[in-house]
């Protein structure tokens, strides 16, 4: 089954940082299933069932979950119950304050009770210490489910 990266993205931030992610899974040989929130439902993408739930938001005011992932997350728990292998990512402002900072983030790994850790960017990826967080992040994650037996086979033949 292939991994899925679901994300909520209104200015683009957290779209560039759902590719990023998206770019070290395939490096690593994982098929990707690609979902935007508010533009595809779980229903439209076949076998809803994966491996792995990548799942990436912004945050609204006052640390909230965006209307359209909050649809997501339930569309999902419609279909496949509430998943234990769901890692958080996404994007977010400091100057909403530390409370606040990501909180969509904090509050969708706590839903799901990720056991993975969050990653949590500022605005727009940008940099050599963003782009290292965000690989060794995604490692971190695709370490837990291994790359030889759940990997796309077809792309170590290619
Ligand atoms: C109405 C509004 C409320 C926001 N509230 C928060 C907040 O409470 N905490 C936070 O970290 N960022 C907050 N932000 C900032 C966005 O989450 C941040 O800019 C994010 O990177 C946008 O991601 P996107 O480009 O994928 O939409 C808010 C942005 C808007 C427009």
């Given at each position: 089954m292939p991994l899925l990266i679901a994300y909520a993205s209104l200015s683009g931030n957290t779209r560039d940082l759902a590719r990023q992610v998206r770019a070290r899974c395939e490096a690593r040989g994982h098929a990707v299933t690609w979902l935007e929130a508010g533009l595809h439902?779980?229903?439209?993408?076949?076998?809803?069932?994966?491996?792995l739930y990548l799942l990436g938001s912004w945050t609204d005011n006052a640390g909230r979950t965006p209307a359209e992932m909050k649809r997501f997350i339930g569309d999902l728990v419609a279909a496949?119950?509430?998943?234990?292998?769901v890692a958080v990512f996404g994007t977010g402002e400091t100057q909403w304050g530390e409370e606040y900072y990501c909180g969509a983030v904090r509050r969708i790994a706590r839903f799901f009770d990720s056991p993975f850790p969050t990653l949590e960017i500022e605005q727009m990826p940008h940099g050599q210490r963003d782009a290292l967080a965000i690989r060794r992040w995604t490692d971190q994650v695709l370490d837990t489910i291994?790359?030889?037996?759940?990997?796309?086979?077809a792309r170590h033949l290619a």
């Open positions: 439902t779980p229903a439209e993408i076949g076998d809803p069932r994966h491996d496949v119950g509430r998943p234990a292998n291994g790359t030889d037996t759940h990997a796309d086979p």
